[in-house]
């Protein structure tokens, strides 16, 4: 099978909308996740969108589902018993760096993903540059705003996401000590772009627009 064929046509998550249990806001699902009720009661979290049932929608934030989960917000929402145990976010975590690991090596594969500082560099200098620019969260801030230097003096604003350590990277694309890394716009780069920008409301690192005031500080 043609690894391009496991990227999915659907319609976009920035423009459906969903209210929070928590906060009662209505966002985009790509600033939410999705959970389920599995037939024991438990609340899953579908981070695809895909899962039947009806769907438990919470702001991709840790304290967000924490306070879901102390104040059982499952069960008034689902208004039936919903068990959600204090490991939930841990879990969520989990789910989305799995998901950015898998997007990555699959566009690795098709031959979408640029590796390495000197090949990133090059590259947003070339006709066709990349949208999107992986940053490890424990490289270097130097090699960053170097980076994001070049992109600017040629008038580009990529933007940058850095919620994966240089493990994490290494992993997923089966090297050691992966830094830098860039995306060319399509399917796969705004899909990890939207699971980045979830998965740094579980922790330290974020999505940051290169266009910023700040765009490599930390």
Do not use: Y
Not at 104 to 111: D, E, P, T
Not at 198 to 212: E, S, V
């Amino acid at each position: 099978m043609n690894p391009a064929a496991a990227i999915e046509n659907h319609e976009d998550d920035d423009l459906r909308e969903r209210r929070c249990i928590v906060t009662g806001e209505v966002l985009p699902e790509a600033r939410l996740i999705r959970f389920v009720s599995d037939p024991d009661g438990n609340a899953v979290p579908d981070i695809d969108a895909k899962l039947p049932g009806r769907g438990l929608w919470v702001s991709a934030e840790r304290a967000s589902l924490e306070k879901a989960i102390a104040k059982n917000l499952f069960s008034r929402a689902a208004k039936k018993p919903v068990k959600a145990d204090a490991g939930l976010p841990a879990r969520v975590e989990k789910l989305l760096v799995r998901r950015m690991a898998d997007d990555l090596g699959l566009a690795r594969r098709i031959g979408a993903l640029i590796l390495g500082f000197d090949q990133v560099e090059r590259a947003l200098s070339a006709k066709n540059p990349p949208h999107l620019l992986v940053e490890a969260s424990d490289g270097a801030a130097d090699g960053r705003r170097k980076l994001i230097a070049v992109a600017w003096a040629q008038g580009l604003k990529p933007t940058v996401i850095d919620c994966l350590d240089s493990g994490e990277l290494g992993l997923a694309l089966g090297r050691e000590n992966v830094v830098h890394a860039a995306l060319k716009s399509g399917q796969l780069a705004e899909r990890l772009e939207r699971n980045a920008g979830r998965l740094a409301g579980f922790r330290a690192g974020r999505t940051i627009d290169a266009a910023g005031p700040n765009p490599a500080g930390r």
